[in-house]
């Protein structure tokens, strides 16, 4: 046996034959891999080690400030509580929209997830922007506040706490809502079924059964949000009060007021550290990388086997068990129909109506945010179109996505091929795909200024390739899980026969593979490009005047006059993030086109 | 029907367009073994399904024991179901499963613990503690079973419970059924495809057919006198032959081929309400005779098709006047003496064997 390049590759050899042909295709697949692991390396781990390091340069002297700043430990306990609250609203509601999503038909259904996805694919800058708009002083809820109680009326939801977790559990409920859906799509609905003839009232069998069949689906859903609401800075920035300050603001405002880079890095640390630490600890008792390599079978499969359900613990009495049938047996008298449509719809408002309510606004012939508008006129459109710092703002943004997605297709396309063809054990695959999806995870404020010093240190800030190459790692998760979940449910053997037929590898590839799979490739770039478009921390941190982004205009923008040009701009990116949802819908996996026949017959 | 156990009246279950229960009405008798016969698609599980009460039904009333179920929640019907594939709960153990309905009506730990021991017994099952996914197919069955048992419901429901099963063990769970109701003495509504099933386990058969009943009878009465050719053809195989009534008595009908008049034949039946009918003849009633030179005065000549060796015997595929038939030849006879393909042989049958049906439907 040769050298053995990695881990993945010893296990390969010991179980294939060794010949020649098995080493060349070993070879092969480690080169599909290669680019990924440079990527990485080189816009994800060495900046962030370097960023770390700065928090041990002059001794342990940044800790002890961190240790001694009340200040700074109370925006570390304020984070975790805004982050703990965030979940908990998640859940409530990814519950109620999941109960109305299984209600309904198919149809009905694909709109319900339309309006989830919709919003997930809608920059964050844009739906913090909404928000302004419809939470503001002259926005249309106080409006109607004003038109109800009289005109001293007045809600005040924004620049506070409530602005922030409205915020921001718009942005991250579609993370628990996906893969809660995900798992209580598959729970066979013969089981509440079956407990209901058992005896089981509704909410009994709704308690005893398909609650703790869902409970992975929510877990996955729960650490998805919490880890990512607390490195969130976009949002408490610009829908938050000034006296709350998360850690993630904390460690922009340690750079860019204090340029103190060590106390940064420290509190960089500690958020990185929380996140690490969550995300290990949840991967003990469920692999999280399941969770995207296949939603639906494995994580029933995963299960613990040895839960106790509660029913056969003997010692309860019974008085206290007829008590709580008598309980929710009265529950159950409740109109649950109406309650989980209500809410449904509800949720489905709140996830859309803000976007919406953009478009009106970017059409006002005012020259000053009010709404509803007193008139309407193109004169915003006018405005940023003849914008050079506009013009200028948009024109780097289409160049960096399409460099980006360009880049993590060339990347990602084969690591998506090896990730599922390679033979690799269970356990390699599952850590390969936590390595893809790691940059989605790690807390953007802190990637950013890892790139920032790392760029700074070899010369290529203020250039739209080196931007480029760190969007294109942030867009990768997302186009190498949409091509895995089409390329497992490809048919391997429309290949063999191919290849039977006289095709070539090569031409089996171009003629069949590549076609069948197009949808799938498609959607994912589609993402890839749109996270590129959105990106915005590290746009701001590497980028000057002449090769600032959309974002970082938009963020400027909504930082110091809230102008009816951002709604212009909103608007534009609403259009494509329909165009990408409905892609996605459509193009998600192979099998999805003979649906809709399977479910009118 | 004396006090019927489950008595329902004019059901009738649609969506949109489609009618898939229509006004159906029909009694259960204590104790009886009563199965829904019928291909997919033909409303049966739907039946099923509005007797527990999961689907909201557009008309009738349905009775259990006396008591008007028609708007009580399924909870509240206490009638046992045993689920297509089971719907065991994967996240408890077999007792657990099998405690459930007991827990549902507030019985205590103990006592529940104690009755689900005792049904696991009655249906041979031990493995208490295992997991759903840690048992086989069978066991899972009777897993199934005992926990729609276990709270003594006055009747038991089953949806194709049998259809996730092979073949062998699906004839000893057949037995088995058998045995454990004779044993509990509960009333079953059965629902299957399965024609030999119907006919093992059934104290009465209803054959449906798009959302309305065929036939209801026995099992025997059934296969021997079906109402129509659907019936005839649903359980079993058999011949069929396009035929005018020429006269009829009280003793029977002499009836004539309708592709050949000149064939005429007399079925044992009760005078016929009807002009143009089909002429039912099962398999092994068919007597196929191709040595003697001189029929036996009724019969109606065919040619060999085709013949397959089975084992108990030989099947002939044969054409005669323009429908195919089936016919058995013993296996005594040697494969040297039977029928060359091709060949032609004559067909006769006693007229107590045949069956005069209306050609429509």
Partial sequence: MTEPASPADDRVSRTSPHSITARRQRLGWLLAMAPFGVLLASVLVVPVLIFGSYAFEDGNSSWVTLWTSPGKLNSIGLTVEIAAQTTAICAALAYLYVAGLMRAGPRIRRLLLLAVIVPFLTSILVRSYAWIIVLGNQGPLNAVVRWVFGPDANLQLLYNRSGVLIGMVHVLLPLFVLPLYAVVADIPPNLTRAARTLGANRVEAYLRVLLPLSLPGAAAGAVLVFVSALGFFVTPSLLGGLQETMVAQLIQRELSTFVDLPDAAVLAIVLMGGVLAILAAFRLFYPIELLFIRSQVTVQHRQRQRRPSGLGRPGRRWPLASARLALTGGLSRLPWDTICWGGTLLVAAFFLVPLIIVIPVSFTGEAFLHFPPDSYSLRWYEAVIRDPLWQRAFVNSLFTGAIATLLSAVIGLPLAFALVRARLSQRIRGLLVLLVVLPALVPLIVLAIGVFVWYLRIGLIANTWSLAAAHALLGLPFLVLVVMAALRDFDVRVEKAARSLGAGPLSTLRLITLPILSRAITAGLLFAFLVSLDELLIALAVTDFATATLPVRLWEGANEEISPALAVVSTLYLLLALVAASAALSGGGVRRRSDPEAVDA | ?361
């Fill in chain 2, 1 to 361: 029907m004396p006090d019927p156990l489950l008595s329902v009246t004019a059901l009738r279950k649609q969506y949109g367009d489609l009618v898939a229960v229509d006004s159906l009405s029909f009694e259960v008798e204590r104790g009886e073994f009563f199965t829904l016969l019928g291909p997919s698609g033909c409303g049966k599980s739907t039946t099923l399904m509005s007797l527990v009460g999961f689907e909201a039904i557009d008309g009738g009333r349905i009775e259990l024991d006396g008591r008007d179920v028609t708007s009580v929640p399924p909870e509240g019907r206490g009638m046992g179901v045993v689920f297509q594939n089971y719907a065991l709960f994967p996240h408890m153990n077999v007792l657990e499963n099998v405690m459930f309905p007991l827990r549902m009506r507030g019985a205590s730990a103990e006592r529940a613990e104690e009755r689900a021991r005792a049904t696991l017994e009655l249906v041979q099952l031990d493995q208490y503690s295992a997991r759903p996914s840690e048992i086989s197919g069978g066991q899972m069955q009777r897993v199934a079973l005992a926990r729609a048992l276990v709270f003594d419901p006055p009747i038991l429901l089953m949806d194709e419970p049998l259809a996730a099963l092979d073949r062998r063990l699906r004839q000893t769970m057949q037995f088995e059924l058998r045995r454990i109701q004779d044993q509990v003495g509960t009333t079953v509504i059965y629902v299957t495809h399965d024609q030999e099933e119907a006919l093992v386990l059934s104290d009465r058969i209803a054959v449906m057919r798009a959302g309305r009943f065929e036939q209801v009878a026995p099992p025997r009465e059934i296969y021997e006198q079906p109402v129509n050719a659907f019936v005839a053809n649903f359980l079993g195989e058999s011949n069929r032959l396009r035929v005018r009534v020429v006269s009829a008595d009280d003793a029977g009908a002499l009836v004539e081929s309708v592709a050949d008049p000149s064939y005429r034949m007399h079925v044992s039946t009760a005078p016929p309400a009807f002009q143009a009918g089909t002429l039912i003849v099962r398999p092994e009633h068919v007597h196929v005779e191709w040595h003697s030179r001189e029929p036996a005065a009724p019969s109606v000549p065919g040619i060999v098709v085709d013949r397959a060796f089975l084992g108990s015997g030989t099947r002939l595929e044969l054409r005669l006047l323009e429908e195919t038939w089936t016919a058995m030849v013993p296996a005594s006879v040697d494969e040297d003496a039977l029928p060359e393909i091709g060949q032609q042989v004559n067909l006769a049958w006693s007229p107590g064997d045949a069956r005069l049906v209306d050609a429509e439907p």
